[in-house]
């Protein structure tokens, strides 16, 4: 038998996981899969470039080019049983997967089954949570609730042979419930920022025993995104007096929820790589926090990024400023200069992820285009 090792579930994703389950109650309708998406554009090192990125005012909202993900192989070979080792706190460390025609993975962005997807294996898809929205999903049932909660009743009812998550949905005793009904379940979890797509591509692949293949798919998300940054790096602007300093804020207004993100939620690999500076890495701030006032006007940033819907939910920057006065105080607030994306997109380290990051830097240094 084959044995492959899966990380450990870090404990900032449950963390993020509370946070975003406790903002609305769970539902189970099925959203539409229609993420939000930009029309024919310019390659990324053609667009134009601002000269001073810190002078813009206006918000911006990031849009990807293609929503759609493509798989790595039309025709994936599954080779099964295999063993892979699970996370620990599934209880079953080393977990045999003898069979996966029907397949769930479930996870908080919706990453899991965009990656199963890639893989080439999406005809095996029987359910979606509710971060899942890229095409050809779209008439797939939704398991899990606006809470990121699974409803057990339609997971056991679409009968799947295997559940592939990563600790970001639960509860946890749920999970574990659905594998005592004989489903076999594999935690899947790596610690976001930019190496998670490709490691994230092999671990899963591993599942169901297509090693080969997700060395491919690893392979060509790592030259995409190299790629991507290598022409952000080549036009952004290039003095540390010149980058643009960087928050990623969570907003939930209705809930009074306002967090920073910093060191270990992946944000800082998203800014960085965004050639900002990440001012959550430059205070040493880890993890995600309660947004202070003093922290964050001290922080100063030229520039928030922000999740579409939480924006929204606060009524846009306008309002944001209104409710969060301390925001108006910072350079940001004054240039009403926040970027938001689509809440399933921005922090979801998947093989969308160069995509991702190419739709960022558009928002960021063309925000007219």
């Not at 540390?240 to 939620?265: P, T």
């Not at 926040?338 to 995509?355: C, E, H, K, N």
Request: negative net charge; contains cysteine.
């Amino acid at each position: 038998m084959i044995k492959t090792r899966v990380a450990p579930l870090g404990a900032l994703a449950l963390a993020i996981a509370l946070v975003v389950s406790g903002c609305q109650p769970g539902s189970y309708g099925a959203p539409s899969a229609s993420p939000s998406a930009a029309g024919d554009r310019p390659a990324l090192a053609d667009i134009e470039w601002l000269e001073s990125p810190r002078d813009w005012v206006g918000p911006s909202t990031a849009l990807l080019g293609d929503v759609s993900i493509e798989p790595i192989t039309d025709s994936p070979e599954v080779s099964l049983p295999v063993t892979v080792d699970s996370d620990e706190l599934s209880g079953e460390l080393a977990v045999t997967v003898s069979a996966a025609d029907r397949v769930l993975a479930l996870d908080m962005s919706g990453s899991l089954a965009a990656t199963v997807w890639a893989l080439g294996l999406g005809d095996r898809l029987v359910g979606r949570d509710i971060s899942t929205t890229f095409p050809g999903v779209e008439d797939l049932p939704v398991v899990t609730g606006s809470g990121h909660a699974i409803s057990p009743e339609s997971v056991l009812e679409l009968r799947p042979d295997v559940l592939i998550t990563d600790g970001t949905i639960g509860p946890l005793d749920v999970v574990l419930q659905l594998r005592e009904a004989g489903i076999t379940v594999v935690f899947v979890r790596q610690p976001p920022g930019l190496e998670a797509p490709a490691a994230m591509a092999r671990s899963v692949a591993n599942i169901f025993g297509m090693h080969a293949t997700g060395d491919a798919l690893a392979e060509r998300i790592t030259h995409e995104l190299d790629t991507v940054q290598a022409t952000i790096a080549e036009n952004a602007p290039q003095g540390l007096d010149q980058k643009l300093r960087m928050v990623f804020l969570y907003i939930r207004g209705a809930n009074g929820i306002y967090y920073l993100f910093g060191r270990e939620s992946g944000a800082g690999d998203l800014i960085e790589g965004l050639q900002g500076v990440d001012i959550a890495t430059e205070i040493g701030w880890t993890g995600l926090r309660p947004m202070t006032d003093e922290a964050l006007i001290s922080a100063n940033p030229d520039l928030i990024l922000v999740m579409s819907d939480g924006l929204e939910s606060v009524g846009g920057p306008e309002e944001l400023i209104r409710q969060k006065p301390a925001i108006g105080l910072t350079s940001a607030g004054q240039n009403l200069r926040f970027v938001d994306m689509d809440d399933s997109q921005i922090l979801s380290f998947g093989p969308r992820t160069p995509a991702v990051m190419d739709a960022l830097a558009r928002a960021i240094y063309d925000p007219a285009g």
